[in-house]
């Protein structure tokens, strides 16, 4: 959606049937991850599973995530 409207921020995490739109990522050093392909998905052709401990919050207008 970021690309139809740039105030939608640009990154999409899905997290226990959630759905967050961030400005920003970190994921800390030794998070592992995997990835995986859905091409006949029409929404996204694939994904990254990260193995963590996610935070999101706000910082003045941006929302940032964090993975630990």
């Given at each position: 959606?970021?690309?139809q409207?740039?105030?939608?921020?640009?990154?999409?995490?899905?997290?226990?049937?959630?759905?967050?739109?961030?400005?920003?990522?970190?994921?800390?050093?030794?998070?592992?991850?995997?990835?995986?392909?859905?091409?006949?998905?029409?929404?996204?052709?694939?994904?990254?599973?990260?193995?963590?401990?996610?935070?999101?919050?706000?910082?003045?207008?941006?929302?940032?995530?964090?993975?630990?």
């Amino acid at each position: 959606m970021h690309l139809q409207d740039p105030t939608i921020p640009m990154w999409v995490i899905k997290h226990k049937g959630e759905t967050y739109y961030v400005d920003h990522m970190d994921v800390k050093p030794g998070v592992g991850f995997s990835t995986k392909e859905t091409p006949d998905n029409p929404h996204t052709k694939g994904s990254l599973k990260i193995k963590g401990k996610l935070k999101i919050y706000r910082n003045n207008e941006e929302v940032l995530a964090e993975v630990e």
